[in-house]
């Protein structure tokens, strides 16, 4: 079953623009994790926040965790066309593994 | 691309017949993941390894079995291809430093059953 659910399913925005896509979860976390993906590509880890951490940055990236309502959600400002990719979370429950959610697909149109 | 290569990157099989999908990495990490990727599921785990020998199912291991021999290879089978197993499969590594370490990703594997 999907511990992480991002949303929205689809985004598409200009460039120049800001990207802001939330992800929810069910159980107790470790760590939730971003990765992108691009057309045909394996994912690529951009960010990893830890459950006792609130907000994250990372150039143009900016994450949030509240723990209370089990969510997260990824900024991306000043979105470029490269920026267009699918976005996943992925949750680590304290064990090997990660659960990834469905993820949200972005289209940053010039 | 963090040192994984997974073959065959393309690969049509007939509904019955066993398939062999390989990851190999230059990384020497300890951890290696078998995902499946379909539309509307997203990515879902088959099977994972913690060392050589030491394998553990996920969530979606039925039909599947893996087998890692070597720290660098970790092998997945499809003891009998079925329709529903036409996917893209990815292979992951991730270092032994913690729960907190990222997974790298190989370029997937597009697999049809015909």
């Known amino acids: 079953s999907q511990q992480g659910e991002e949303d929205p399913q689809a985004l598409s925005i200009q460039e120049g623009e800001n990207a802001t896509m939330n992800c929810s979860y069910k159980?107790?976390?470790?760590?939730l994790q971003w990765y992108r993906q691009n057309s045909g590509r394996g994912l690529v880890h951009l960010i990893l926040?830890?459950?006792?951490?609130r907000e994250k940055h990372s150039g143009r990236l900016r994450v949030t965790l509240d723990t209370s309502k089990k969510s997260s959600s990824l900024l991306i400002t000043a979105s470029r066309a490269a920026d267009t990719a699918s976005y996943f979370c992925a949750t680590n429950s304290g064990y090997s593994t990660l659960t990834f959610g469905k993820g949200t697909m972005l289209l940053v149109s010039p | 691309d963090a040192g994984i290569t997974q073959s065959p990157r393309h690969k049509v099989t007939e509904t019955g017949t066993p398939v062999t999908l390989r990851c190999h990495q230059t990384?020497?990490?300890?951890?290696m993941y078998w995902y499946r990727q379909d539309p509307g599921h997203g990515l879902r785990l088959i099977h994972y390894?913690?060392?050589?020998?030491?394998?553990d199912k996920g969530e979606v291991s039925d039909g599947y079995s893996v087998s890692r021999s070597k720290t660098e290879d970790f092998l997945l089978t499809l003891e009998s291809a079925t329709s529903s197993q036409t996917s893209v499969y990815f292979c992951?590594?991730?270092?032994?430093?913690?729960?907190?370490?990222?997974?790298?990703f190989g370029n997937g594997t597009r697999l049809t059953v015909t």
């Open positions: 992951a590594i991730r270092d032994q430093t913690g729960v907190n370490s990222p997974l790298h």
């Open positions: 926040i830890r459950s006792n951490e």
């Open positions: 990384e020497n990490h300890r951890y």
């Open positions: 159980t107790s976390i470790n760590n």
């Open positions: 390894s913690y060392g050589v020998k030491d394998t």
